[in-house]
């Protein structure tokens, strides 16, 4: 699913492992959901929302 | 699993499973023919074998571009379970009937029917795992 | 696969790995020792043909137990793929060994291979996954 999530992390000057540190997941995973290949579920959408104090729409575009 | 069903994916698993099914008996009915009346030696020997594993193992393939096609998320999550306790089931009934063969020399068990196994623990966990859902 | 780990989940799996691991060897050396010497018969020879096939299964729940655990479901989530895959490639295995054995009469697979063969046929699918998904 695309996302904003390099710039947001980009905006903080946070690098993937960063991000992962804070969310409790492997680097992998954040480049995972980042490019796209892996959906987060609802629980860690919400952490990265709150963790950017954002809505996960901001974060997440589902384009049909 | 509901027999009649409108999710696509399932029904596209099922119509394969079937011609899956008619193959392997085709191909085992065509094997022991030929192996009864020829006695067929070497390489021939060995592929004819085979013949029949091949359906068979095609059945697990089909199963793989289930999982992979079905869009409702929650199905897709049961099947997934159903296998992982499938191998676990199979695993843990080979390793005791194999250190008894050892040990105690009990008959020895045909490693193609770990497939029959493995089917039959799928099918044994899938209701114990929708259970929770009711 | 990382050894220097700060994953609660993969650290208490390691622990429950070398535990069961220790209590395999101790009771396969056990169930030998005393098969040499003693040659038990009935009731107690199973007992003690099915210890070592304990420590697996017990080793098979403490991965299990792993994969509820682990918190990174994108990691999860590789390695079930990888264990589906190792699902495949075994069950392939193992049909047409069992074909071999019945037509051309292929020497009898050990059926406590299977467990091995799962977990290096894994394995490798794991491996593969890492490299797509850096």
């Excluded at chain 2, 105690?104 to 966990?125: C, E, M, Q, T």
């Excluded at chain 3, 990691?75 to 037509?103: D, K, P």
Aim: glycine share 6%.
């Amino acid at each position: 699913m695309k996302n904003r999530l390099r710039v947001l992390r980009a905006e903080r000057d946070w690098s993937q492992a960063d991000l992962a540190q804070r969310l409790e997941v492997s680097r992998q995973s954040v480049n995972a959901i980042e490019t796209g290949k892996f959906d987060p579920s609802l629980p860690l959408a919400f952490k990265l929302a709150r963790l950017f104090e954002t809505t996960i729409e901001a974060i997440f575009s589902d384009e049909n | 699993m509901e027999c009649k069903t409108s999710n696509p994916a399932a029904k596209r698993f099922m119509r394969r499973n079937l011609i899956t099914m008619l193959l392997y008996v085709l191909s085992l009915v065509l094997a022991i023919g030929v192996f009864l009346r020829y006695h067929p030696t070497g390489v021939l020997a060995y592929l004819l074998a085979v013949l029949p594993a091949i359906p068979l193992t095609g059945l697990l393939a089909i199963f793989g571009l289930y999982l992979a096609e079905e869009k409702d998320e929650f199905q897709r999550s049961i099947g997934v379970q159903s296998m992982l306790w499938g191998i676990g089931g199979t695993l843990a009934v080979t390793n005791i009937w194999g250190f008894l063969e050892s040990f105690v020399h009990l008959r020895h068990l045909n490693p193609s029917l770990d497939a029959v196994i493995f089917w039959i623990f799928v099918g044994i966990s899938i209701p114990f795992l929708l259970r929770r859902y009711r | 696969m990382n050894c220097s780990t700060n994953n609660p989940a993969k650290r208490r799996y390691m622990w429950r790995l070398a535990i069961t691991m220790a209590l395999y060897i101790a009771f396969l050396v056990l169930a030998i020792v005393i098969f040499v010497h003693y040659r038990p018969t009935g009731p107690l020879a199973w007992l003690l043909a099915v210890l070592p096939a304990l420590a697996i299964i017990l080793q098979i729940a403490a991965f299990g137990m792993y994969l509820s655990e682990e918190k990174d479901e994108f990691m999860r989530n590789l390695q079930v793929q990888a264990l589906l895959w190792g699902i495949g490639a075994t069950l392939s295995v193992t049909v047409t060994w069992g074909f071999l054995e019945n037509f051309v009469h292929l020497r009898h697979m050990d059926l406590y291979l299977v467990y091995p063969l799962y977990c290096v046929l894994s394995g490798l699918a794991l491996g593969i996954q890492h490299m797509r998904y850096k």
